[in-house]
C-alpha cells in the first residue's frame, strides 16, 4: 500500500473518518488541516484530540486559514461552536509537525515522485492545500497515487446551498484547480451519502456492545451530534457516512458497488449556482475523465464504523 496524508477540515464526521482509518489499519502517515467546518485552529486542535483519544502519534501540518480568493465560511450550525458536538477531549494533545501544510506537501509528494513512488491522498474537507501547492509546483502530480475526495454533487443536489455541497462551496476556486490536474481522482460526493445511513437505533446497538472507555464516551458524542444535524448527517435520528464514506474507500475500495467515469468541473461565476460541482460523462467539460462513487455495500461500511467504536487504543 502507498502511504496516506490526510488532509481534513477537523468536524464532526471528520473525526469518525479518522479513527475509523486508525481502527481499520489504514492511519494515515501524515495529516494536513484546512479551515472549513470551524476555523484551521479549532479544526487542528480537533484531530490532535482525535488522535490523543486513539493513542496514536501522527504528524500533523496545520494549512490553509482561509479560501484563495472569496471570503472564509465555515459549517458551525453543523459542527457546533467546538467542531467536535461537544465530545470530551482528552487533556493532554500534542503539538502540530508544522503551520506549513503546504511546503510539507510539495516537499513530501516531491520527494515520493524522485523515488519513484507515490503517495494517496483523502480530502474530507476544502481543496485549499492541495489547489496551493499544485498552484506553486504543478510536477508534485508525479507524487500522488489515488487522490480520494469527499465533495461536490452529481446531479446538482447541494447541502449548503441548492446546488453545492460545503467542501466544494467552501473554496470553489481550489476545487476548480484541483478537478482540471491529470489526476484520477475518486469522489464520494454528497448523493450517496444521502443514501447510505443507519437507523438511531441501530446506532444505540453499535454502542450497546462496546465496553465504557474514553474512546467510547469520544464517539458516542460524535454520534450523537452526527444523528442530531438534520441539515447535515442525519436528522430524525438516522445516521448518515459522510467523510466516513470516502474513509471506507480508501480502507476497502471493494466496498464501491456502482461508480461513474465523467469529468467534473466547477461552476465560479457568482450567483446560485457559484461552487456547483458539473458531472458530465461524455467528457466534454475538457477535465479529466474522474470516477464518481454511487454506491457502497452498506453493511461493510457499518462493520467498518463499529470497528472505529470498538477500537482499543494501544498504550503508546
Ligand atoms: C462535508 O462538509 C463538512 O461539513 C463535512 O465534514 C463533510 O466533509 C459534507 O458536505
Ligand atoms: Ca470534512
Redesign the pocket.
Known amino acids: 500500500k502507498n502511504r496516506l496524508i490526510l488532509d481534513t ?1 477537523g ?1 464532526v ?2 473525526a469518525q473518518a479518522l479513527l475509523m482509518l486508525i481502527a481499520n489499519g489504514r492511519t494515515p502517515d501524515a495529516i494536513t488541516t484546512v479551515f ?2 470551524v476555523g484551521l485552529d479549532v479544526a487542528t486542535q480537533n484531530i490532535l484530540a482525535t488522535l490523543a483519544i486513539a493513542k496514536v502519534d501522527v504528524a500533523v501540518h496545520a494549512g490553509a486559514g482561509r479560501p484563495l480568493t472569496q471570503p472564509v465560511i465555515d ?1 458551525k450550525y ?2 457546533g461552536d467546538d467542531g467536535l458536538g461537544g465530545a470530551p477531549r482528552p487533556d493532554v494533545v500534542a503539538d502540530v509537525a508544522s503551520e506549513d501544510a503546504n511546503g510539507f506537501l510539495i516537499e513530501t509528494l516531491h520527494a515520493a515522485s524522485t523515488r519513484g513512488e507515490k503517495i494517496d491522498i483523502l480530502m ?2 476544502p481543496l485549499t492545500n492541495l489547489a496551493l501547492a499544485l498552484r506553486l509546483d504543478p510536477t508534485i502530480i508525479n507524487g500522488i497515487g489515488q487522490l480520494t475526495i ?2 461536490g454533487t452529481v446531479y446538482g443536489r447541494g ?2 446551498t441548492p446546488a453545492a ?3 466544494i462551496y467552501a473554496d470553489p476556486e481550489a476545487a476548480a484547480i484541483v478537478f482540471g490536474a491529470d489526476i484520477d481522482i475518486l469522489v464520494a460526493p ?1 448523493e450517496p451519502c444521502v443514501l447510505h445511513n443507519m437507523t438511531g437505533e441501530h446506532v444505540d446497538e453499535l454502542f450497546e456492545a462496546v465496553p465504557e472507555s474514553p474512546q467510547k464516551a469520544f464517539s458516542t458524542a460524535l454520534a450523537r451530534h452526527a444523528r442530531q444535524t438534520i441539515a ?1 448527517y442525519g436528522g430524525g435520528d438516522n445516521f448518515r457516512f ?2 466516513p464514506l470516502a474513509a471506507a474507500a480508501v480502507i476497502e475500495p471493494d466496498i464501491i458497488t456502482k461508480s461513474i467515469r465523467a469529468s467534473v468541473d466547477v461552476a465560479l461565476a457568482p450567483g446560485i449556482a457559484r461552487g456547483m460541482t458539473i458531472v458530465d460523462p461524455s467528457g466534454r467539460l475538457g477535465t479529466p475523465m474522474v470516477s464518481l462513487i454511487e454506491e457502497v455495500k452498506l453493511e461493510r461500511l457499518i462493520a467498518l464504523y463499529a470497528a472505529s467504536i470498538a477500537f482499543v487504543p494501544q498504550h503508546a
Open positions: 477540515d468536524g464526521d471528520d472549513g467546518n459549517a453543523i459542527h474530507i474537507g469527499m465533495g447541502n449548503t455541497e460545503f467542501n454528497w447535515g459522510v467523510d
